[in-house]
């Protein structure tokens, strides 16, 4: 299993960016993925994901409103669309795969548990989001 990562930039803050996630390996109908971003000095806080086998997503409050999670099943591509961009989003985004089952992941987004890197794995190598004036 294979993420590339791509479509990280500089904007200024109120922008909008996508950045884009390429999978090879894996089927993203038979997978939950996440984003994640890690900023400088801070732990990696996951923002956004998707279960393969009914699209549902789940998003922190932190991101809620702003961020959007998609995928081209056709490219096997994972997209996170980010609006209103605000200088705390300046962090490295990355994409992985979910360990768990689809099923059990699907119930700890309805009970809001939040997503922990630990259980996700096949890190790519992420891309640089500086969101600044």
């Known amino acids: 299993v294979q993420f590339v990562e791509s479509g990280g930039d500089l904007v200024q803050p109120g922008g909008s960016l996508r950045i884009s996630c390429v999978v090879s390996g894996l089927r993203l109908e038979h997978s939950a993925i996440g984003w994640f971003r890690q900023a400088p000095g801070k732990e990696r806080e996951g923002v956004a994901c998707?279960?393969?086998?009914?699209?549902?997503?789940w998003y922190p409050d932190s991101v809620k409103g702003r961020f959007t999670i998609s995928t081209d099943k056709h490219n096997n591509t994972v997209y996170l669309q980010m609006n209103n961009l605000k200088p705390d989003d300046t962090a490295v985004y990355y994409c992985a795969v979910d360990r768990l089952p689809m099923s059990l992941r699907a119930v700890k987004n309805r009970a809001g548990d939040g997503l922990s890197s630990e259980e996700f794995g096949a890190w790519g190598q992420g891309t640089q989001v500086t969101i600044s004036s």
């Open positions: 998707i279960i393969g086998m009914d699209d549902s997503t």
